[in-house]
């Protein structure tokens, strides 16, 4: 499930921005469907022109019965009649998403400690302290397991301690959830730590779900702001040559 709100507060209409001679949303629906991994994709959105432009590649598109304050919410709304064990969400701004990552996800739910997990999500190295201090870059650490213990905006942890050594993780706006979860989710209200941070995953952690963060080495980015859409047409002219 993609979810797709055209309005996005940092970048209006993102979605709906060329990328290469096709929208965001596109590239994202078509570069997820051609992993091979899912027996359906579908992208859920409250915008006529995102269903009209998904639609004129001949995809599977779903339009919101409710208006929605997260992707999540919109997903459970579209999944609640729809039988299935594992609800993938990947974010529409993220049009490089690879099938490594998402495979590498997947198996988490065949693993020896799947029963504990609720949902899981994809996280990658950051080194540059631009990025570690981003707050577009939602940052996560987590614990002996690769649990999720902590999303932030800000660069967690802190390094107060110069000479210990630090690896920061960006948490990248892919989920697997169990379907239970999600429809636990959309009935849940935000609490505080949610509001303060803007970061959804956070009220699983507050109501005591677990995150299962999977480490991935692939240097797919969203697209948060007009920079970063000209960094992807940058990626995709370079991954065309």
Known sequence: MIPARLQATRFPRKLLQDLGGKSVIARTYLNTKATGLFDDVMVVTDSQEIYDDIKSHDGQVIMSQTEHSCGSDRIAEAVLAIDT??????Q???????????????NVFYQKDAEQIDLASLMTPLQDETDILNP???K????????ALYFSRSPIPYSRNQQAPTQYY???GIYAFRKQA?????TLPMRSLEAAEQIECIRFLEYGKTIK??????????????????RAKAFLNQQNQ
């Open 85 to 90: 064990d594992i609800v993938v969400n990947v």
């Open 92 to 106: 529409g701004d993220e049009p490089f998403t690879d099938k490594t990552s998402l495979k590498h996800l997947l």
């Open 136 to 138: 577009n870059y939602v």
């Open 140 to 147: 996560v650490i987590v614990d002996n397991n690769n649990f």
């Open 170 to 172: 960006r948490h990248k």
């Open 182 to 186: 999600i429809l636990d989710f959309s």
């Open 213 to 230: 963060m999977v480490e991935t080495q692939e240097n797919s980015f969203g697209i948060d702001t007009p920079q970063d859409l000209v």
